[in-house]
Structure formats: structure tokens, C-alpha cells
């Protein structure tokens, strides 16, 4: 594994502040706050900050202020539209890559997100589910449309994450990837790819009604 710099530890310092809320969407932020708040100097922090605003996390406004980039509901539909597509594609070489051991771990990072979900740790349970579709890129293959995906759901992300935050723990989300396990170790890609259109296609209805809940968090 590649040694992590200064720089890319404050970087994802700062990242997972974002994508977890814990610094909130249109939050004025400045580079001397950030180093102040994460122990670390000025440069890399400005260095995070540019690399932030290249991912749509932070706005700099020029002559004024720089935040954190509030939360776009037309970038989540580009986000989707990305995320789906490469999930439903990916299914076929799974499928073939997957072996007993692949299995295996999936079911190990369910059992994580059941005692999350009973510990009420949202941050847990989230990680977890990213896990969970990691796992399913990796063994495809596809190791680079998955890096697509972390790269360019910034929306998404923080959409997913506040909406699990405020409506709670659904323990439906967990019967789908105990589906899609249960696929796998059948070998049954058509059943894996229901389950997983199904489980795409859910939790719109919660979704459309965040920004109304969170006006401060999105876009007009």
C-alpha cells in the first residue's frame, strides 16, 4: 500500500466531513478555519480545498468566500444516472468472477450493518453499504468504474446519507443485499439483476422530499 501524505490525510479529513454533514452544505469555510479545526498548516489544506472544489464539494466564490457546495438535485439525477448504469452493467462479469469467498464476505459486512443498525450508527451502517458495492465492482472487474462512481457522487452521497439520518435505519435495504448474497451464491444473475433494479429504483419518494425539510442544504 502507497505511503499517505500529510497532504491526503487532510484532504480526507476534510472529504469525510463533507460527505458525513458533520461540515453541513453552504458552510462558509476558510482555509485558516480548516487548518485551525484539523491540527494541520495553511498549504495542505489549501491543497485539499482545490481538490475539494474539482469535486463539486466546495465553492469558491472569487472576492468573497469559499463553502461547502450546497446540495444539487439535478447533479443527483446525473449522479443516478451513472451509479445505475454501471451497477446493472456489472452484473454479468460478478456473476462469473464471483466464488464462495466473495460470498462469504458479503455476508460478513451484512452482519456489521445488522449491529450497526442495532447500535444506531448511522455512519457504520453507510460505510458498510458502500462496502457492500465495492466488493460486487472488484470482484466484476471493474475496479475502475467504481472509482467513477466515488469520484462523481458527491450529491448523491450526501443525499443518501441525510436521508438515512433523517428518516432512520430501513431494514429493507439490508433484505436486498441479503438477496443479492443469496443470488451470488446461486450463480443466478437474472435474479441478481431484479433484486438490484428493484433496490435502484427505491427510496425516491423520501428523497424528493429532503429539500423541502433541508431547504439551507440544496440548490434552489
Known amino acids: 500500500m502507497p505511503n499517505v501524505t500529510l497532504n491526503d490525510r487532510v484532504y480526507r479529513k476534510i472529504k469525510d466531513d463533507i460527505m458525513y454533514l458533520v461540515l453541513e452544505p453552504g458552510l462558509a469555510v476558510s482555509v485558516q478555519k480548516l ?4 491540527g494541520s498548516s495553511r498549504t495542505p489544506v489549501r491543497e485539499a480545498v482545490v481538490r475539494l472544489q474539482q469535486e463539486d464539494l466546495v465553492h469558491i466564490y472569487p472576492q468573497a468566500r469559499t463553502a461547502v457546495s450546497l446540495i444539487s438535485m439535478d447533479r443527483i439525477q446525473e449522479e443516478r444516472f451513472i451509479c445505475n448504469s454501471l451497477e446493472l452493467s456489472m452484473v454479468d462479469s460478478f ?7 466473495v460470498v462469504d464476505t ?3 459486512v451484512i452482519g456489521i450493518q445488522h449491529r450497526a443498525m442495532e447500535r444506531q450508527n448511522f455512519r457504520e451502517f453507510f460505510d458498510m453499504g458502500n462496502r ?3 466488493i460486487l465492482f472488484e470482484t466484476a472487474g471493474q475496479r475502475l468504474a467504481w472509482k467513477i462512481i466515488e469520484s462523481s457522487n458527491s450529491h448523491y452521497s450526501r443525499l443518501r446519507y441525510l436521508s438515512l ?3 432512520g435505519f430501513d431494514p429493507k435495504v439490508l433484505q436486498d443485499d441479503e438477496a ?3 443470488a451470488a451464491r446461486q450463480r443466478d444473475e437474472d435474479g441478481m439483476r431484479k433484486v438490484l433494479s428493484k433496490h435502484l429504483s427505491k427510496g425516491q419518494e423520501n428523497i424528493v422530499g429532503l429539500p423541502r425539510l433541508y431547504p ?3 440548490t434552489e
Open 35 to 38: 487548518a485551525d479545526t484539523y
Open 95 to 101: 456473476i462469473k468472477n464471483c466464488s464462495p469467498l
Open 106 to 108: 458479503l455476508e460478513n
Open 132 to 134: 457492500f458495492q465495492r
Open 165 to 167: 439520518r433523517h428518516y
Open 180 to 182: 443479492i448474497m443469496y
Open 216 to 218: 439551507n442544504y440544496f
